[in-house]
């Protein structure tokens, strides 16, 4: 795990802290991993420090030229405050995992083959990240 110290933009940084940005597009310079801490330091449209902060932990790097330019990574992250110092990362992981789903079914209402009515579609899809969770944990 190694912590990085990173610049973001005021109103990523207010999505990052009201959890609607999960994720961060960044050129590969630091060799990013799973489990990395990145220190996001927020900055105005001057690009001068705010003073404010935050800490997410990196639960997963996409490195795909197929979907990104070269060079570029994509990092999946979770939020960590008080509350996760209990949970270790596979917990972690999985709270990410559910809330990605949640927001996708939210914001996108995904259709499949079948007819469902949205609170069955929803149950079934927080049940499938409730599943994966136990997976990880074991």
Known sequence: MVEHKLKIKS???SAVINKTKTAEI??????????DILILNEIDENGV????????IVT???DDNQYLQTGYVMLSFHMLNSDDSHKN???IKAQGIKEAVINQVLQHRLMTEREFTWQSY??????CADRLKKTIEE
Not at 26 to 35: A, G, K, L, M, P
Not at 49 to 56: A, H, I, P
Not at 122 to 127: A, G, H, Q, T, V
């Open 11 to 13: 109103e990523h940084f």
């Open 26 to 35: 960044r050129y590969n310079d630091r060799n990013y991993q799973v489990d």
């Open 49 to 56: 420090f705010t003073g404010k902060n935050c800490e997410v």
């Open 60 to 62: 997963h790097v996409l």
């Open 89 to 91: 990362i596979n917990e």
């Open 122 to 127: 929803r149950y079934e899809i927080l049940s």
